[in-house]
């Protein structure tokens, strides 16, 4: 089975994830793909971070409907600083028969090198990205693998797939601001937040 890995802070999950996941999911044939809040991102400001337990909450909302879809909380079962080679390393010997494939942003993927152990992270797992007209191509991604030393990599291109423009960041200024994120975010997702009105003081 082909079996792919999404971290994230999730903060919180919306449909550009999802967008993206179900890409990966075309272009490669995916059986499934496990969606991972992580308990304490090492490379992001964790200042805005909403609880794990929300965050995990919002992710299961999300994907409660998506057959391929499985949310995951072996990061925050975990706890501490969420390192992806861990997480790497746990699906792989949950599922060792399985061809492992790992969801990375663009962002995160051009300071791969910072992350821990990433060559073995590498080496278990399909590294998957996707470039972005005008900001980050493939010719970037590639020379990029190339000075690292990775060449376990998939990117997909902007132009295969329908670009969802969103990042939770915005979506966190507009719910702080008291606009509607309706379209940015599944129903469930916007309802969760709304009753726990999450996000409403940053």
């Known amino acids: 089975m082909k079996t792919a890995i999404f971290g994230g802070s999730f ?10 996941a179900n890409a990966y999911c075309t272009a490669l044939g995916l059986d499934r793909v496990f969606f991972v809040p992580a308990c304490d991102p090492p490379l992001k400001n964790n200042t805005n971070l909403e609880s794990s337990d929300n965050r995990m909450a919002m992710v299961k909302l999300a994907l409660k409907d998506k057959e391929l879809f499985f949310a995951s909380d072996v990061e925050i079962l975990r706890g501490g600083t969420s390192y992806t ?15 492992l494939f790992l969801i990375v942003g663009s962002d995160q993927f051009l300071q791969f090198d910072k992350w821990k152990n990433y060559k073995e992270i590498s080496n278990l797992a399909v590294i998957c990205t996707a470039s972005r007209d005008g900001i980050v191509g493939r010719e970037d991604f590639l020379d990029y693998s190339k000075k690292i030393g990775i060449s376990n ?44 009105g999450l996000y409403s003081e940053i």
């Open 11 to 20: 903060n919180p999950i919306h449909n550009g994830h999802l967008n993206i």
């Open 85 to 99: 080679v861990d997480t790497v390393r746990y699906f792989k010997n949950k599922f060792p028969k399985d061809e």
């Open 153 to 196: 990599v998939f990117i997909i291109d902007e132009k295969e797939y329908d670009v969802f423009e969103v990042s939770s960041t915005q979506i966190r200024n507009e719910l702080k601001n008291g606009k509607t994120v309706a379209g940015l975010l599944d129903n469930s997702v916007a309802e969760f937040i709304k009753s726990k």
